[in-house]
């Protein structure tokens, strides 16, 4: 490192985001493409930084959902009024199955991140189940707008969080865990 600190802190932190970035478009590119390869997906995790498992694992959740809530409003044919159900169903089975990783030997990284992802998945569990319940439908409707939503938008090839008419992109910033 050479000149002014600011200078290089500057430099480091351009290769922190560009780093968390490209790691960000790997694990999304690579999420496991099958049910239940997404169910049990032990690799997929152990992959990627923890703070890159986080986010994307958010992104794939909004696209569950996103999808379930297009399938019920029939945007791409035939109405399935049971995907939003479908999807909490296919949640769960994710859980149980972290969980079960959980119980088996872990490092202590891995054990952080899966502190950290049964918690976020939960709540995003108990999102879907309350969308279900109160039978949330649509994509415009405000129970699903209201939350908290992360898109791979790919006419930016970024992240972007979106909450009500409110949308940023995803700055790649420490998240601490």
Request: charge should be negative.
């Amino acid at each position: 490192a050479e000149g002014p600190v600011e200078a290089w802190l500057l430099t480091f932190e351009k290769g922190m985001r560009q780093t968390l970035y490209d790691k960000c478009k790997s694990a999304y590119q690579n999420y496991p493409p099958t049910d239940a390869e997404a169910i049990n997906r032990k690799q997929w995790l152990w992959s990627y930084p923890a703070q890159v498992v986080i986010a994307i694992d958010q992104v794939i959740w909004t696209w569950n959902c996103t999808k379930a809530l297009r399938s019920m409003e029939g945007v791409d044919g035939a109405v399935n009024d049971k995907a939003m159900e479908q999807f909490l169903d296919f949640s769960l089975r994710q859980i149980d199955s972290m969980v079960d990783l959980v119980r088996a030997p872990l490092d202590k990284q891995q054990r952080t991140l899966l502190g950290a992802l049964l918690t976020i998945d939960v709540h995003a569990r108990d999102v879907v189940r309350a969308m279900v319940a109160k039978k949330v439908s649509s994509l415009s409707e405000f129970e699903w707008t209201k939350q908290l939503r992360y898109y791979w938008l790919q006419e930016e090839d970024d992240v972007f969080a979106k909450q009500t008419n409110s949308s940023f992109r995803y700055g790649y910033e420490y998240l601490g865990n």
